[in-house]
Each structure stands twice: as structure tokens, then as C-alpha cells.
């Protein structure tokens, strides 16, 4: 197995362009989950679906973030517009039951805006 | 919701010590704590879990323990190598939502 995909690996962006993330869960997986990462804030869970559906975006900073997974191996992050406060490494990562069972990170996206 | 705070935000040893990383959590739901090691630029990445019906886990130099009276748990390693040091994440998960701890940076001196 391929393990947890994402593109673009790097992104580099102007402030108030549009940036999306993608991602591919492993096979068979039911849970996908995305995080942020900063020196700032550390490990942060922005959103999570369950069989392709929004579980809790609780974690999703406000309303230039939004996800969606329209099937069960594709899902995207989109902000808009973005903002250098955005610039950070986003992490997506799938398990198989999501209760009690090991996450799979991908190697993430470094998201700089400038 | 779960608030997951880990000690000490850095460590330190020198090659062969042990080294030990403590996390305490809120939510007694909890019921999966894993520990995750993350080297500089790479993914988060499994090294050992433990469910809450077990106080105790072993894998050759890692082990983990768990008190869920006292709400916390530890990560031990012993005869450290330089290729230990990373920065090392514990979680608690509650109805299938990781909360992370901020993380330890360990250091391992040769």
C-alpha cells in the first residue's frame, strides 16, 4: 500500500489566492482527519469525516477553511482566501475504525503564503 | 473536550540513558493512547499505543504505561541512541477524536 497521498508537497502563495489541499486515505480506511502543524500551536485536528461524511469541524479556524470528500479516496482543504497567518504544514491521516485504531499521517503540505 | 498536557517540552540525554515523557488527560472516556515520533520534517509516525483495558506495554526498548485513575500516562526509553531524538507526541482518543500534546523534543548526546 501506497500509504496516506497528499499534493501538492509544497505550495507557495500570495495572500487572498486560493489554496487547496488534496488528499488520498489508505484503502479501506473509514476515518480521515486533517491537522495543522506550527511552532505555535503545535498538533492541531482541524476536521474529520467518517465514510465521507463531516464527523466535527470543531477545530476548523473559521469560514476561509472549508473540506470536503465527495468519495472515499479523495478529499480536499480548501482556504479562501488565504492569509500569512495560514503558512503552516498540513497534515491529513486516515484509520480504519477511527475508535481506538492508529492514524496514518501523510507527509503532509508546506503551505506558505506570503 | 480532551485537554492532553505532556512533560517536559524538552529533553536531554546523553546516549544510553533512559528517557521518560509524561502526558495527563481530561476526558476519563478516553480509552487509546498512542504515542507518535516525529523527526524534523517528516510525518507523525506510530511507535507504540496502549488501550485502556492495559496498564502496562512493552516493545524492545520503548514502553508505555497507564494509570486511568490518576489520568496519565508515560512513555519510557531506555538505552537511548542518537537516532532517538525527535520530538515525540502522546494523544488521548475519545470516540475516535486524537487530542495531541505539545510535544517533547528529545535530544540524545553520543
Known amino acids: 500500500d501506497a500509504g496516506v497521498i497528499q499534493s501538492p508537497r509544497h505550495e507557495v502563495t500570495e495572500m487572498g489566492q486560493e489554496v487547496t489541499l488534496r488528499c488520498k486515505p489508505i484503502?479501506?480506511?473509514?476515518?480521515l482527519f486533517w491537522y495543522r502543524q506550527t511552532m505555535m500551536r503545535g498538533l492541531e485536528l482541524l476536521i474529520y469525516?467518517?465514510?465521507?461524511?463531516?464527523?466535527?469541524d470543531s477545530g476548523m479556524p473559521e469560514d476561509r477553511f472549508s473540506a470536503k470528500m465527495p468519495n472515499a479516496s479523495f478529499s480536499t482543504l480548501k482556504i479562501q482566501p488565504s492569509e500569512p497567518r495560514d503558512s503552516a504544514v498540513y497534515f491529513c491521516?486516515?484509520?480504519?475504525?477511527?475508535?481506538?485504531?492508529?492514524?496514518?499521517f501523510g507527509p503532509g503540505t508546506r503551505l506558505l503564503v506570503l | 473536550g480532551e485537554n492532553v498536557e505532556q512533560h517536559p517540552s524538552t529533553l536531554s540525554v546523553q546516549e544510553g540513558d533512559s528517557a521518560v515523557i509524561k502526558c495527563t488527560y481530561s476526558?476519563?472516556?478516553?480509552?487509546?493512547f498512542p504515542w507518535y515520533k516525529q523527526e524534523l520534517g517528516k510525518r507523525p509516525q506510530l511507535i507504540i499505543d496502549?488501550?485502556?483495558?492495559?496498564g502496562e506495554k512493552k516493545d524492545q526498548r520503548i514502553a508505555v504505561t497507564l494509570n486511568k485513575t490518576a489520568k496519565h500516562f508515560s512513555l519510557h526509553i531506555t538505552e537511548t541512541q542518537p537516532e532517538d531524538s525527535a520530538v515525540y507526541f502522546c494523544?488521548?482518543?475519545?470516540?475516535?477524536?486524537?487530542?495531541f500534546g505539545d510535544g517533547t523534543t528529545l535530544t540524545v548526546k553520543p
Open positions: 491521516a486516515s484509520s480504519e475504525t477511527g475508535r481506538g485504531e492508529t492514524q496514518y
Open positions: 496502549i488501550r485502556s483495558n492495559v
Open positions: 494523544a488521548a482518543n475519545t470516540a475516535g477524536k486524537s487530542t
Open positions: 469525516f467518517n465514510n465521507n461524511v463531516p464527523i466535527d
Open positions: 484503502s479501506g480506511h473509514d476515518y
Open positions: 476526558d476519563s472516556a478516553s480509552n487509546y
